[in-house]
Every structure is written in C-alpha cells, then in structure tokens.
C-alpha cells in the first residue's frame, strides 16, 4: 500500500514556540492531505484540508493563524503550530489521498506534540 | 447533524468471535470504511463498503446496510495482537470522512 511518513514523531517545546510537523507521500502524489487531531479516546477530529497549490479548508473552530498548513508540492504537506501553549499537546496526524476510486486515505503515523 | 455510533469498549476472548457494531447519520454516504488503531499510532485502513452486503478478507469482515445506516465489523479467531481501538468512518457527500469515537476491544487469554 501507498506510505506516509511524518516528521517528527514526537517534539516537545516550549510555551510560545512555534513547531512545524511534515507529512511526506512517499510512493504517490497526494491531491489532497488531510490534517487531524486526536485527544485521548476521543475520535479523530479533521482540523484542515489541503490540495496542492491552494489554501488550505480549515474546520469550523480551528484557528487558521494558528495552526499554519502548506502544501507547496503533491507528496509534501507542513503543519505549523505557532505560539504553542499546553492546550495544544496532543497527538496530530496527518493522511493523504490520491487519485483513487475508493477516496482511500493513508496515514502517517503521528506526531505527539507535548508543550511545556 | 451527523452522528457515527459505536461502542466504547467491548471484551472477547482468544480464539473467538467478535462483532463490532456502527450505526451512521450522515449528509450523504460515499462509502463506510473501518480503521485499527493500537495505542499511540495513527489508523490502519481495514476495509471498505459502499454497496450493501458483506465484504470478506481474512479474519475480517465488514457489513453494511446503507438502508439501516447500519454496518458491522466481524473479527474471526481472535488474536491477542487485535487488541486495538476500532474506528468506524462514513465519508459524507463532500468526499470528507466524519468519525466515530472508535471501539476498544480487549482481548483476554
């Protein structure tokens, strides 16, 4: 199957950095990334939308300004967590998907965002 | 709104059968697909169901009822390595994927 890789896999920062997490398609070119965000035993919650060159979809109440995401070529997309506070430790993960009839998304295998 | 139901934990034994149950409301339905996650790591895909009917693969097997909004995840000959969370997602008329809570199943010797 298509691979995803993610970078890092975990970070932990300080409160008011800003940490950027990609998401790399290695064997595919990814028209859309899709970017969520997982609290302990809750569901995933889909944060943004990206297709290559365009900006990105955010969800209703993810702050754009905050959580920065590019997705400058079809195998990379980058998140940008600006001014970090504890709130914002959780475990983020990233998907792709191509050009395929089952709209199939593939995952990365998460970054564990910690903010201190 | 949109609404994806499963059970929050369920328990079963080595060797035996389980069954893991979503129920769906959704803005349109473009296919129901079935993820494990093991603590710690990011979804793997299991299957995929977007006609009615049971899809076999393996040990696995998923089930829909797109008039029930209905489907079933159906794990055979259970292994300790299926202790995992299982999430059920619907992909609704925006090609977008809503998600259930996800169902942890534990497995006992």
């Known amino acids: 199957g298509a691979v995803v890789s993610q970078h890092p896999s975990r970070v932990i920062c300080k409160s008011g950095t800003s940490v950027k997490i990609e998401c790399r398609s290695l064997?595919?070119?990814?028209?859309?990334m899709f970017w969520y965000r997982q609290f302990p035993k809750k569901s995933l919650m889909l944060m943004a939308t990206?297709?290559?060159?365009?900006?990105?979809?955010?969800e209703q109440g993810v702050e754009k300004d905050k959580f920065l995401i590019n997705h400058a070529s079809l195998t990379l997309s980058t998140l940008t967590v600006t001014s970090a506070h504890p709130e914002d430790s959780s475990f983020y993960i990233c998907?792709?998907?191509?050009?395929?009839?089952?709209?199939?998304?593939?995952f990365g295998p998460g970054t564990r965002l910690t903010v201190t | 709104g949109q609404n994806i139901d499963q059970p929050t934990e369920m328990t079963a034994t080595e060797g035996a059968i389980v069954q893991i149950n979503c129920t769906y409301q959704t803005s349109g339905f473009n296919g129901l697909f079935w993820y494990q996650q093991h603590a710690g790591e990011a979804p793997t895909f299991l299957s995929y169901n977007v006609l009615d009917g049971l899809e076999e693969k393996g040990r696995f097997s998923s089930f829909l009822s797109r008039s029930k909004g209905y489907s079933y995840l159906l794990l055979k000959e259970l292994q300790m390595k299926d202790s995992a969370s299982y999430l059920c997602?619907?992909?609704?008329?925006?090609?977008?994927?809503?998600w259930g809570a996800g169902t942890k199943l534990i497995i006992k010797p």
């Open positions: 997602a619907v992909m609704d008329s925006n090609y977008q994927l809503i």
């Open positions: 064997d595919f070119q990814a028209t859309t």
């Open positions: 990206s297709n290559e060159g365009s900006k990105a979809t955010y």
């Open positions: 998907s792709a998907a191509g050009e395929r009839e089952t709209y199939e998304q593939y």
